[in-house]
């Protein structure tokens, strides 16, 4: 029995994992769409693939992770009319759409890589797999799953009696309001073109001969055809974003399922909660957007917004503020200077794995409680919470057996604990003192200087030392 519990979309429940096959684990993962710069939203899929990936390492499976980059199409959102994007943005740019996706596609391998993210073992891209493409969509077409209007090739969800299921979508309630985004000749709302046909008059950079004439694939399809190029026609895990389970997912599904008719295509499918920004999703679409370069200039270490994300859970919601990435950042440097005072503590057992020595009680049972934490859903915020309580703990653990676990956990967590050094001052945080620097402020504010001297040597007293700067007050402990 696995001790790995992951919740699967597919079952809307936690369940055990099993591979399908012993010890290997095929993960495939939904890539960028790169005609803008990836967002601190759409890093958080990544991060989070990243979490499972070095979970199910640490249980010893070997994984093969895929991810694709959309280069191509990608119409407006989910839906199959409106503008090109990679076109628009070329255009805007005065670039081929190649150079706008290649310029794109190294920010976002940049990002990741400053995050710590590891490199997916595949990395492929919609452009470069189009043969793959039509071989799918024709497969659907010989089989009877398409019909051909006047600008595509689509999928008739009436004819894949579970399209519903994955989503617990409500079929007859789209069909009786429509969708804003119908096209007209579609049998079902839910339709979706698997081939579009260029348009005539409108010149298109990305076009290619098809048996269905010039045109481009729909988003859904590289999905379904590169994974099972690269994991075969039934895989393990299939990863994404929250908003791609109703439309994209259920698409990916239908498609790959009827083709193969073998279900289910993929065993488990896990989902990231969004990063809100000013009350709503961070979107390229709306434009309410800060990337990692953003906190980068600002101060802040790409690694502070890895430990942001890390303090929530995959599956809830995060909100982005510069406050409390700012908070995070503070949290971090101040695990970092706890870490650093370790690391040159004697070796105990090579990176936490038990060497020939025993280890003491105290050690086998946060080591137990951080696993317990990873393998229960990728609890990483307990599992930070683990590594915290270490980090502090210099009753019960020898400097060694912290810089141990510390190492152990680093696995998981990705945050060069021990190693890095803790960037700039590091200031503390905790409401009471908050609290009296605040009122010492305000004292200050009322030149009421026998008051603010009073709260400084009050504060002074338990060893703490005011540093003033540019945002204002801050405190540590000497
Ligand atoms: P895109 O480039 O828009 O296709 O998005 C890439 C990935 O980021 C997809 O897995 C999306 O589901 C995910 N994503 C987009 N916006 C957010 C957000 N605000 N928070 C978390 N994930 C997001
Ligand atoms: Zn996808």
């Known amino acids: 029995m696995s001790k790995l519990l992951f919740y699967n979309t597919r079952t809307s429940r936690k369940e055990p994992f099993e591979p399908i096959e012993a010890g290997k684990v095929g993960i ?13 939203g759409n890093l958080r899929p990544y991060l989070f693939a990243d979490l499972l990936r ?4 640490e249980e010893g499976y070997e994984v093969t992770h895929v991810i694709n980059v ?89 004819r894949f009696p579970r399209y519903s299921e994955f989503a617990g979508l409500d079929l007859a309630a789209q069909a009786d309001h429509g969708r804003i985004d119908e096209v007209s000749e579609k049998r079902n709302p839910a339709d979706f073109a698997i081939w579009k046909f260029a348009a005539e008059g409108i010149d298109r950079q990305q076009e290619w001969d098809s048996p269905w004439g010039v045109g481009f694939p729909g988003w859904h399809l590289e999905c379904s055809a590169m994974s099972t190029k690269y994991l075969g026609q039934h895989f393990d895990i299939h990863t994404g974003g929250i908003d791609h389970v109703r439309v ?29 920004f000013q009350g709503e999703k961070m979107a390229k679409s709306t434009g309410n957007v800060a990337l990692l370069e953003d906190l980068v200039e600002n101060g802040i270490e790409p690694l502070a917004y890895r430990y942001f994300l890390l303090s929530a859970h995959y599956r809830q919601q995060q909100t982005y503020t510069p406050e409390v990435v700012q908070a995070a950042a503070t949290g971090y440097r101040r695990l970092l200077g706890l870490a650093a005072e370790v690391r040159d503590a004697g070796e105990g057992h090579e990176g936490g794995k038990g060497g020939g020595e025993a280890e003491g009680a ?44 510390l190492l152990a ?52 007293e338990e060893g703490i030392e005011i540093i003033d700067t540019p945002e204002g007050p801050r405190w540590r402990r000497k």
């Open 28 to 40: 495939y993962s939904c890539g960028p769409t790169v005609y803008a710069p990836q967002h601190l």
């Open 54 to 57: 070095r979970t199910l390492e």
């Open 70 to 158: 959309t280069d191509v199409g990608h119409l407006a959102g989910d839906s199959d009319d409106g503008d090109d994007k990679m076109e628009v943005a070329a255009a805007k740019a005065g670039k081929t759409a190649l150079e706008i996706a290649a310029m794109y596609t190294e920010q976002w391998l940049r990002d990741r890589r400053q995050l710590n993210i590891r490199d997916p073992d595949v990395l492929c891209r919609a452009t470069e797999h189009i043969a793959e493409q039509i071989a799918l969509a024709k497969a659907l077409e010989d089989n009877g799953f398409t019909y051909t209007i006047s600008d595509g090739v689509y999928f008739d969800v009436s």
């Open 248 to 276: 994209h997912h259920t698409n990916e599904i239908a498609q790959t399922e009827c083709a193969t008719e073998i279900h289910p295509w993929v065993n488990f499918w896990m989902h990231n909660e969004f990063i809100d």
């Open 362 to 405: 105290a050690q086998s049972a946060y080591r137990e409680r951080f696993r317990d934490a990873m393998r229960d859903d990728l609890n990483a915020p307990k599992a930070l919470a683990v590594a915290w309580e270490v980090a502090r703990n210099r009753d019960d653990l020898s400097a060694a057996d912290r810089r141990d676990l």
């Open 409 to 460: 956990f680093d696995r998981f967590l990705g945050l060069d604990l021990v190693v890095a050094d803790p960037a700039g001052d590091v200031f503390e945080s905790d409401p009471r003192i908050d609290a009296l620097l605040a009122d010492r402020q305000q004292a200050r504010a009322n030149k009421d200087w026998a008051e603010a001297d009073r709260i400084r040597d009050l504060i002074g």
